[in-house]
């Protein structure tokens, strides 16, 4: 079952094709099963590949037929299964599996359940191209095409404006990196002259791409990258998106497509590791993300926007991992991440769910017991993002903090410190206003509460065993012996740069993470639930530093008045000058000509039979002349 | 003796389409040009084209000209004399008309200046060979014919037989 | 002896005839007869021209142009005749329903 592994992104994309050709034929339940069902399909058949690669083989490859041949150059449908990809794969089908199941509950009552099965077996299909190609160029049919799932599925309350506004940004600001990426593709056809990824590695590795060319390279590559990671300053998109349905948000923009930037630096890793200063660039920009995003989580009131920055941050941690040559380690957050963060994601609709639809956390408080399963498994995901001892992200992100202090790099450990606290507090700071404290939703909301059906507590509940336990698998704090198995499984494909740390810096090190994680959790008891007035009494003492953090320190106004308006305003001149009067004035001069000459035209017939006759006439003497003469 | 035949009936079919032109009765006419195309016959049968000569008598002069005979008698004969003459029309036709019988001429000088074909032909009496030929290499356009001729049946009366068309 | 070139000349003026006879002619009947003098024209220009074996192919081409002759000659009939229901004349100059 292991050799077909190349059915894993075309089970789901037949579906897709299936419910987007006879999409109203389909009952709501049909359309749910299929879709479901072809995901489940897709994670068997990448555990069975999976199976077969713990067992030791390096990689499963099957190239389907070239579709670009242009001179020298070809590109095909090659496919490759190998340890980096098997891990993307069985995140992705495997959240994307629980998200599947979740949905089928969380859009019961929707109005078009098969356009939304459509579209999120769609995005599997892309997403698995995009892990499972070996071609860069192939990768970039499944990238653009995760994007423009993005864009199907923000926007996929359409009637709602903000909901057509925010797919619509989140494709924009995506173009913004895309465009970068793609010179960066091209500056690797032109030098390297193939477009495997183990060609360009391996051209970077041994030289034969210079230092310059693979740094200009990897720097337009990772743009591409911030911008489909929603990474300082291209991060804009993603708080907006979250217009989206909410397990949309879990699969798309928390687990799978928003990390696909970190994938692509870690495919990348050969090329990243020859240019130093490209590196530089991505742990910068993640550790400065992290920090940042995480101080942006802070003010925000709307439940899914909270996840949303976080979300950017704990990427940003991922960036720092991948950029301090802990690749493995970036690997390991994403994977733990996409756990935890799917599971709040997912927690969270169920708190939206049983409210009807209330997102803001002002508007809610006390739903502790109301909702006894949600509770216990948000709660194991905020404990795992904020750093908790033995749960998963207390080890992912001790893995990446400790490369990036063993590096040398202390300033960006020291973001990563600060970031962590933040994220302990935010995290916090969302479970005691959303399910502590007196209840505050409207009279008549409040009598509705309810827990989920099972369809979508089952889901949580798988999640949130994975986000307790699966950071046990990149366990290494055993001084010593390197204990860590997710690390050694990809050590083939993601050799490993950074130093760890000796033995007592390393302790050291944990203690100060945990010390971190405490310190926010303290501090949002403090604040949240022991004097509940502080907030405020510390948003009117720091009036200024309040309002940058609301306004997300005004890059959205900044883009509007650099980038939005004057384009505005220079489409409406163009519109106005070139449009209306250059090319319709061209389009109706022409037509009026045609008019004119039509009417001329037409005095030539005249209707007689005779007429046309002399015509034939005069042209057979013609034609017969010519042919004499 | 085969020079006499042929002046005497080109004479009648150039004769015969003269009148035709000058006659202003469309009956007169149609029997004019059952005259012509009669003699025409005997021309394709000097020219040792007995099946030819057969085809043009019976089915031009007898079934055709016939049938041209029934379509004049259902209309009304004096609503088609001709009220007006476009002078500028007809003189420009005349022109044009002579002119391609000029070219016409030359051609014909041409053609049979370069093969100066003999006139005779014993291959062209021999029918069993124009009937092999019908069959054999001729045979999709026969066919074809034949399915023309079909379809021309039909549409005939899918247009004139229509009780409604009135 | 008759020169193929005399059978072709009165060919050509058949034809040049035909086409005189459509333009002089002001109903479509004869008109269309004019159009039949054509094609025999045509029938004679083929014989003529041809010489030895060549003549049966002529006469085989003569036999489908009759053919085709006689199919236009039913389907035009029939235009004319339901052209003249319609509008009680079939004078081509009051026929001018093409006019642009």
Redesign the interface.
């Known amino acids: 079952m292991d050799r077909l592994f190349w059915l894993v992104p075309l089970v789901p994309g037949a579906s897709a094709l299936l419910l987007m050709l006879f999409g109203r034929r389909y009952s709501r339940r049909a359309a749910a099963w299929q879709a479901c069902g072809a995901v489940l399909v897709s994670f068997v058949l990448a555990a069975a590949a999976f199976a077969r690669l713990a067992g030791g083989q390096a990689a499963l490859e099957k190239v389907l037929p070239v579709w670009i041949s242009a001179g020298s150059f070809e590109a095909s449908f090659s496919l490759a299964f190998d340890r980096l990809a098997a891990v993307m794969a069985l995140v992705v089908t495997g959240v994307g599996s629980l998200v599947h199941v979740y949905s089928t509950s969380y859009m019961a009552d929707d109005k078009a359940p098969t356009r939304y099965f459509a579209f999120l077996n769609l995005f599997t299909f892309f997403m698995l191209v995009l892990v499972l190609a070996s071609d860069i160029v192939l990768m970039f049919v499944g990238w653009e095409g995760v994007g423009l799932c993005s864009y199907l599925l923000i926007g996929f309350w359409f009637d709602r404006p903000a909901a057509a506004r925010a797919g619509l940004k989140a494709f924009v600001v995506n173009r913004v990196g895309d465009a970068a990426f793609l010179v960066g593709l091209l500056v690797l056809l032109t030098q390297v002259g193939s477009s495997s990824f183990a060609a360009i590695n391996g051209a970077a590795r041994d030289g034969r791409l210079s230092a310059g060319l693979a740094t200009l390279a990897a720097i337009l590559l990772f743009a591409g990258a911030t911008g489909k990671s929603a990474q300082i300053p291209l991060h804009v998109w993603l708080p907006d998106a979250m217009e989206g349905p909410t397990p949309v948000s879990a699969l798309i923009h928390a687990a799978t497509m928003v990390t696909a930037g970190v994938y692509l630096v870690c495919r990348l890793n050969g090329l990243f590791a020859a240019s130093p200063a490209a590196s530089a660039v991505v742990a910068w920009v993640g550790a400065v993300t992290a920090a940042a995003a995480a101080a942006l989580a802070l003010v925000q009131n709307d439940i899914k926007r909270v996840l949303a920055y976080s979300t950017i941050s704990q990427i940003g941690y991922m960036f720092i991992g991948c950029g301090v040559g802990a690749t493995a380690a970036g690997l390991f957050h994403l994977t733990t991440h996409a756990f935890f963060k799917s599971l709040l994601f997912l927690a969270a609709g169920s708190v939206i769910h049983a409210l009807g639809g209330e997102q803001d956390m002002r508007r809610m408080g006390g739903l502790r017991r109301r909702l006894p399963l949600t509770f216990p498994a948000f709660l194991v995901g905020a404990l795992a993002i904020s750093g908790v001892p033995f749960l998963s992200g207390f080890f992912s992100k001790d893995a990446i903090l400790t490369s990036a202090f063993a590096g040398g790099h202390y300033v960006i450990y020291g973001l990563g410190l600060a970031a962590a606290v933040l994220t302990a507090f935010y995290m916090f700071r969302l479970v005691y206003l959303t399910f502590y404290g007196p209840a505050r939703m409207e009279p008549e909301a409040g009598l509705h509460i309810h827990e989920s059906p099972r369809a979508m507590t089952v889901p949580l509940i798988i999640l949130a065993v994975l986000a307790a336990v699966s950071g046990l698998v990149g366990l290494r704090v055993l001084p010593g012996e390197p204990a860590d198995l997710f690390g050694r499984f990809l050590e083939q494909v993601l050799p490993r740069t950074g130093r760890y740390p000796a033995p007592p810096t390393e302790i050291a090190l944990i203690l100060a993470a945990t010390a971190s994680a405490l310190l926010g959790i303290g501090l949002a008891f403090l604040f949240y639930r022991r004097s509940p007035g502080l907030p405020a009494r510390l948003a009117g003492r720091f009036p200024g530093a309040y309002r940058l953090l609301v306004n997300g320190y005004y890059v959205d106004a900044a883009y509007d008045a650099v980038v939005v308006r004057p384009l505005v305003k220079g489409a409406g001149w163009t519109y106005r000058n070139l449009d209306l009067r250059l090319i319709d004035g061209a389009l109706n001069g022409s037509a009026a000509g045609a008019d004119l000459a039509g009417r001329g035209l037409s005095a030539v017939q005249s209707g007689l039979v005779r007429d046309y006759a002399l015509a034939f006439l005069l042209g057979t003497v013609i034609f017969l002349g010519v042919v004499l003469l | 003796m085969?020079?006499a035949v042929?002046v005497v009936l080109?004479a009648v079919?150039?004769a015969a389409?003269?009148a035709?032109?000058l006659s202003r009765n469309?009956a007169d006419?149609?029997l004019f040009?059952v005259v012509?195309?009669a003699a025409?016959g005997g021309?394709?049968g000097?020219?040792?084209?007995p099946?030819?000569a057969v085809?043009?008598v019976l089915?031009?002069a007898g079934?055709?000209m016939v049938?041209?005979l029934f379509?004049?008698m259902?209309?009304d004969l004096r609503?088609?004399e001709?009220?007006?003459r476009k002078r500028v029309?007809?003189g420009?036709?005349?022109a044009?008309?002579?002119?391609?019988?000029a070219?016409?001429?030359?051609?014909?000088?041409?053609?049979?200046g370069l093969?100066?074909?003999?006139?005779r032909?014993a291959?062209?009496r021999?029918m069993a060979?124009?009937g092999r030929?019908?069959f054999t290499?001729?045979l999709y356009?026969?066919e074809i014919?034949a399915l023309?001729?079909m379809?021309?049946?039909a549409?005939?009366l899918a247009?004139?037989g229509r009780k409604d068309?009135? | 002896m008759i020169p193929p070139l005399a059978f072709f000349v009165l060919a050509a003026v058949l034809f040049v005839l035909g086409v005189v006879a459509f333009f002089v002619k002001k109903d479509l009947l004869t008109q269309f007869m004019a159009v039949e003098v054509m094609l025999n024209a045509g029938n004679l220009a083929f014989l003529a021209l041809t010489a030895g074996p060549g003549r049966a192919n002529a006469q085989a081409i003569v036999l489908f142009v009759i053919a085709v002759a006689a199919a236009e000659a039913v389907v035009g009939l029939s235009v004319i005749v339901l052209v003249f229901r319609r509008r009680k004349s079939i004078r081509t100059d009051e026929l001018r329903d093409l006019k642009g």
């Open positions: 085969t020079l042929f080109s079919c150039v389409v003269a035709m032109i469309p006419n149609a040009l012509a195309f025409l021309l394709f000097l020219l040792d084209s099946f030819a085809a043009q089915v031009y079934a055709i049938l041209f379509a004049v259902m209309f609503r088609l001709p009220r007006s029309r007809l420009l036709a005349s044009l008309a002579a002119l391609l019988l070219e016409l001429a030359l051609a014909g000088i041409r053609i049979s093969a100066g074909p003999a006139w032909s291959e062209a021999d060979r124009l030929l019908l290499d001729y356009p026969l014919s023309l001729l379809a021309a049946i549409g005939a247009l004139a068309a009135g």
